[in-house]
């Protein structure tokens, strides 16, 4: 790799925005309040076997590369081995330019391995796998290492309501493990009436995980209540929803008994009724945050699994998904309206997947401020397809026209992997540099305090006093 590309000023155009990453974003810990990663894998420590396990296992990013670049499903999803897996990632890297995973795959090796000089390409991929799993096999290289590695404060998973969080109630009471571990509450499957067969399975799986005989509507809610009860008990202070969009249609309760009445009877519902059933439970969540003051998601917008020969071969979340296109600004404003005439409006994020919608969206959230909380309501960082520097560019410049930015509770890595965390890093050089322009060209105050304090805010303080994670909530510091 050639020094000048990947370097300690990588994405630092200015002497201000040097000034600003170094000595105010860089050194804070980082506070990761939704990803992917797998409890099970933290709380056991998993050692990882070799590079493959831990960069290419569930990265649907690389694989949609991959495929692009005409490599054969079978070293993607398929039996190929973990050698031959790797060899052709690193077939695929070179073509990457001026794709996100071009920085992301190098800034990894540099920031996790310290592989400097090199870029990955199938001449380098024989010594960076060996270098790589060397390190893989110590200690440093473990799951909770690798996390200690990246200076990670607070990593918050996601969860379903059956999860019996018992790797989160591990890790609460384990002594040394350096980082707090919490659910996060995702109720989606109890909202998807489409399929009454596999509706009626998780009820049976929640009923199960409540120990409630659910017979009716109301035996529904209050088994989510205690679920929603014992995911607080845990640590649990947000929750999140991955919707098309937001369901707002006009239900009665008997409306929403009869519907739940006929999906435990295996009959389909009417595409309406559907609709109006979604709309009663995202309600019925909205409030349960609320009434325990927990921060509420919602990401807006993707279109999931649409290659249905690929759904069948290898399943969901493998990189067959889109941007979609659907209306989002009528029925959310509808529904947050709701929620704040009745006094019921939780924190709230809202991440939107397509960026027209990006000023939209980062408008909305001003509508719905009340003063209960600074920056209660949160335009979220850019995410997945929006992930990169255009989208994040974007957001930041959206969320400072629209609102403020200085309110803003930061990045996320919205991974699965362990080696994701430089994204933060990606992030907070990103926000520096945009900052530092600014006050090269005269646009923001030519004074590193103010504006070094707005970006320790925004890398580390805000979500710090915004989320009220346990072992933080009584912590003021700033």
Same mark, same amino acid.
């Given at each position: 790799?050639?020094?000048?590309?990947?370097?300690?000023?990588?994405?630092?155009?200015?002497?201000?925005?040097?000034?600003?990453?170094?000595?105010?974003?860089?050194?804070?810990?980082?506070?990761?309040?939704?990803?992917?990663?797998?409890?099970?894998?933290?709380?056991?420590?998993?050692?990882?076997?070799?590079?493959?396990?831990?960069?290419?296992?569930?990265?649907?990013?690389?694989?949609?590369?991959?495929?692009?670049?005409?490599?054969?499903?079978?070293?993607?999803?398929?039996?190929?081995?973990?050698?031959?897996?790797?060899?052709?990632?690193?077939?695929?890297?070179?073509?990457?330019?001026?794709?996100?995973?071009?920085?992301?795959?190098?800034?990894?090796?540099?920031?996790?391995?310290?592989?400097?000089?090199?870029?990955?390409?199938?001449?380098?991929?024989?010594?960076?796998?060996?270098?790589?799993?060397?390190?893989?096999?110590?200690?440093?290289?473990?799951?909770?290492?690798?996390?200690?590695?990246?200076?990670?404060?607070?990593?918050?998973?996601?969860?379903?309501?059956?999860?019996?969080?018992?790797?989160?109630?591990?890790?609460?009471?384990?002594?040394?493990?350096?980082?707090?571990?919490?659910?996060?509450?995702?109720?989606?499957?109890?909202?998807?009436?489409?399929?009454?067969?596999?509706?009626?399975?998780?009820?049976?799986?929640?009923?199960?995980?409540?120990?409630?005989?659910?017979?009716?509507?109301?035996?529904?809610?209050?088994?989510?209540?205690?679920?929603?009860?014992?995911?607080?008990?845990?640590?649990?202070?947000?929750?999140?929803?991955?919707?098309?969009?937001?369901?707002?249609?006009?239900?009665?309760?008997?409306?929403?008994?009869?519907?739940?009445?006929?999906?435990?009877?295996?009959?389909?519902?009417?595409?309406?009724?559907?609709?109006?059933?979604?709309?009663?439970?995202?309600?019925?969540?909205?409030?349960?945050?609320?009434?325990?003051?927990?921060?509420?998601?919602?990401?807006?917008?993707?279109?999931?699994?649409?290659?249905?020969?690929?759904?069948?071969?290898?399943?969901?979340?493998?990189?067959?998904?889109?941007?979609?296109?659907?209306?989002?600004?009528?029925?959310?404003?509808?529904?947050?309206?709701?929620?704040?005439?009745?006094?019921?409006?939780?924190?709230?994020?809202?991440?939107?997947?397509?960026?027209?919608?990006?000023?939209?969206?980062?408008?909305?959230?001003?509508?719905?401020?009340?003063?209960?909380?600074?920056?209660? #309501?949160?335009? @979220?960082?850019?995410?997945?397809? &929006? =992930?990169?520097?255009? *989208? /994040?560019?974007?957001? %930041?410049?959206?969320?400072?026209?629209?609102?403020?930015?200085?309110?803003?509770?930061?990045?996320?890595?919205?991974?699965?992997?362990?080696?994701?965390?430089?994204?933060?890093?990606?992030?907070?050089?990103?926000?520096?540099?945009?900052?530092?322009?600014? #006050?090269?060209? @005269?646009?923001?105050?030519?004074? &590193? =305090?103010?504006?070094? *304090? /707005?970006?320790?805010? %925004?890398?580390?303080?805000?979500?710090?006093?915004?989320?009220?994670?346990?072992?933080?909530?009584?912590?003021?510091?700033?």
């Amino acid at each position: 790799m050639n020094k000048s590309f990947i370097h300690s000023d990588f994405l630092l155009e200015t002497p201000q925005a040097g000034d600003l990453y170094h000595s105010f974003a860089e050194p804070l810990p980082i506070i990761d309040y939704h990803c992917h990663l797998s409890p099970a894998d933290i709380a056991g420590d998993r050692r990882f076997e070799n590079l493959t396990r831990i960069w290419l296992e569930g990265d649907h990013y690389k694989w949609r590369a991959m495929r692009a670049c005409g490599v054969d499903e079978r070293f993607i999803t398929g039996g190929a081995s973990d050698w031959e897996k790797f060899k052709k990632w690193a077939e695929t890297v070179p073509r990457t330019l001026r794709n996100p995973l071009y920085h992301w795959t190098h800034l990894e090796l540099k920031r996790l391995f310290g592989i400097e000089g090199r870029l990955l390409d199938p001449e380098t991929a024989g010594g960076i796998w060996e270098e790589c799993n060397a390190k893989l096999a110590t200690p440093e290289f473990t799951a909770r290492g690798l996390l200690r590695r990246m200076n990670v404060e607070v990593v918050c998973t996601t969860d379903d309501p059956v999860d019996d969080l018992k790797h989160h109630q591990k890790l609460s009471v384990e002594a040394g493990v350096g980082f707090g571990v919490y659910p996060a509450f995702r109720p989606d499957k109890a909202l998807a009436a489409e399929r009454p067969d596999l509706y009626r399975a998780y009820v049976a799986r929640l009923s199960e995980a409540s120990d409630t005989d659910i017979t009716s509507f109301p035996n529904l809610l209050t088994a989510l209540r205690k679920r929603h009860d014992f995911f607080h008990s845990t640590g649990c202070r947000l929750s999140d929803h991955g919707l098309e969009t937001v369901f707002v249609e006009d239900y009665s309760e008997a409306e929403i008994r009869r519907a739940f009445n006929n999906l435990m009877a295996g009959k389909s519902l009417a595409p309406h009724v559907i609709f109006q059933f979604k709309s009663a439970m995202l309600y019925e969540f909205a409030v349960m945050d609320w009434e325990k003051g927990w921060v509420q998601q919602f990401h807006l917008g993707a279109l999931r699994n649409t290659n249905s020969r690929m759904m069948k071969a290898v399943g969901p979340d493998a990189g067959f998904d889109s941007i979609g296109d659907l209306e989002i600004g009528r029925p959310l404003a509808r529904f947050l309206d709701r929620l704040d005439a009745e006094s019921h409006l939780a924190k709230t994020i809202l991440y939107n997947l397509n960026p027209r919608d990006s000023d939209m969206v980062a408008a909305m959230t001003g509508n719905f401020q009340d003063g209960s909380a600074s920056g209660k #309501m949160q335009y @979220g960082p850019a995410w997945w397809f &929006l =992930d990169q520097l255009d *989208g /994040m560019t974007r957001q %930041i410049e959206a969320l400072s026209n629209m609102g403020l930015l200085s309110r803003f509770v930061g990045m996320t890595t919205d991974s699965r992997s362990f080696l994701s965390y430089p994204r933060h890093d990606y992030f907070r050089r990103l926000l520096c540099d945009i900052l530092g322009r600014d #006050m090269e060209r @005269g646009r923001l105050p030519e004074d &590193l =305090d103010p504006v070094g *304090g /707005m970006v320790k805010d %925004i890398c580390y303080f805000n979500a710090k006093r915004y989320f009220r994670f346990p072992e933080t909530k009584n912590d003021d510091a700033a």
